[in-house]
């Protein structure tokens, strides 16, 4: 026996059935994102200014964010991050990665991470062909794992990561938990 014999050849990857699709997943989503971005905040550090519940006076400056529901934030999320990407027609499971990532970081670098994971063009926007690699991907999790991967290494090339890091790291690591 050589010594390579002892390594074997690996089965190809067997081709996993479409994953599953739901705007329903949305109340998930929300509710992990509210876990991660929590109630009342305004950090001299954060770019976003003033913020509740993820949402900032910078993204919103017509709103009185101290005055912000619960309510009203679902109702921002729904329509301005999940509806406006089209996040409901991903699988499952990235529909929920990628809406954390659009609400802590913005669409076109969550999107573009998605379709680098993805082996697609990063265009940073949510189109037909994205839609459709995502659901046709034969390695979901793979493709979620390049994805939190792509998010890291973003967020840790950030200037604010020195005061945000610890938490941001901690956040990829409860999504690739997930």
């Known amino acids: 026996m050589g010594w390579l014999d002892w390594i074997k050849p690996r089965a190809p990857a067997p081709i996993a059935p479409p994953a599953s ?3 329903d997943c949305f109340p998930e989503a929300f509710a992990r994102v509210i876990g991660e ?33 619960l309510d009203d934030a679902r109702a921002i999320y729904r329509a301005e991050y999940w509806d406006a990407h089209r996040l ?9 990665a990628l809406f954390d990532g659009v609400v802590n970081s913005g669409p076109g670098p969550a999107i573009g991470w998605l379709q680098r994971a993805m082996g697609a063009p990063d265009t940073g926007a949510m ?16 493709v979620l794992m390049r994805y939190w991967g792509h998010r890291l290494r973003f967020l840790a090339d950030l200037s604010t ?18």
């Open 37 to 69: 971005e929590g109630g009342y905040v305004n950090d001299e550090r954060d770019p976003g200014g003033e913020t509740k519940f993820g949402i900032s006076k910078r993204a919103h400056p017509e709103l009185d964010i101290a005055s912000l529901t």
């Open 21 to 23: 699709t739901s705007a």
């Open 127 to 142: 189109d037909d062909h994205t839609i459709a690699a995502a659901r046709a991907a034969t390695d979901p999790s793979g």
């Open 88 to 96: 409901g027609e991903l699988p499952d499971r990235l529909a929920v």
């Open 161 to 178: 990561w020195p005061a945000f890091g610890r938490g941001w790291a901690r956040r990829v690591a409860r999504g690739l938990l997930a």
